[in-house]
């Protein structure tokens, strides 16, 4: 099975800042990545799908890239509602698997 | 608009079982694959489990395999998750989820599984 690293585990920023969180793949992924934000309390939302496509509704400063082994979420200026922790996942053979997870926090 | 309401869990001794229930609503249940993925206490998301609209294909993480059961009632627009031999290590928030471009699209709430004698 593809595991995933993700990295950095946490960080501190402030409003305005850009902001990019990395997962590496053990295999090469055929760009069945996406990105989640999660909030406590609530529903996980998913912000980006097969690597690049911005979910519908989902606001343009994010923006995922990459492909084959090392991908990336990009959050252009990071927003007061941007505070959240943020997970990649990737499918491969209908096994799906998480990256560990970015705290991203204030500054 | 898609819902997800998820139901059944509660506290559970070592070794007791737990059914779970997402019951769906806003789009076409019946060719929707679904997924299970848990949140363990101060944890990251796991995926736990999957299935196709027409059940003929499931698949679990490997803690999950000879003791969780996915399954669905397409009538009832809901889906399962029969956990026996639970273990304290199953403690967590359980999310339904449907797919979408083979990654987990819209997420219900969750509801608690707590493992504890």
């Known amino acids: 099975d593809i595991q995933m690293t993700q990295s950095p585990s946490s960080l501190s920023a402030s409003v305005g800042d850009r902001v990019t969180i990395t997962c590496r793949a053990s295999?090469?992924?055929?760009?069945?990545l996406g990105w989640y934000q999660h909030k406590p309390g609530k529903a996980p939302k998913r912000l980006i799908y097969?690597?690049?496509r911005l979910q519908s509704g989902v606001p343009s400063r994010f923006s995922g890239g990459g492909s084959g082994t090392e991908f990336t979420l990009t959050i252009s200026s990071l927003q007061p509602e941007d505070f959240a922790t943020y997970y990649c996942?990737?499918?491969?053979?209908?096994?799906?698997?998480f990256g560990q997870g970015t705290k991203v926090e204030n500054k | 608009e898609v819902q997800l309401v998820e139901s059944g869990g509660g506290l559970v001794q070592p070794g007791g079982s737990l059914r779970l229930s997402c019951a769906a609503s806003?789009?076409?249940?019946?060719?929707?694959?679904m997924h299970w993925v848990r949140q363990e206490p101060g944890k990251g998301l796991v995926w736990v489990s999957f299935?196709?609209?027409?059940?003929?294909?499931?698949n679990y993480a490997d803690f999950a395999k000879g003791r969780f059961t996915i399954s669905r009632d397409n009538a009832k627009n809901t889906v399962y998750l029969q956990m026996n031999s639970l273990r304290a290590e199953d403690t967590g928030v359980y999310y339904c989820?449907?797919?979408?471009?083979?990654?987990?699209?819209?997420w219900g709430r969750g509801t608690l599984v707590t493992v504890s004698s």
């Open positions: 806003g789009f076409t249940f019946s060719v929707t694959w």
């Open positions: 295999q090469a992924n055929r760009n069945y």
């Open positions: 989820a449907t797919d979408k471009e083979w990654l987990p699209d819209s």
């Open positions: 299935i196709t609209g027409d059940e003929t294909l499931t």
């Open positions: 097969a690597a690049s």
């Open positions: 996942i990737q499918h491969d053979n209908y096994v799906w698997t």
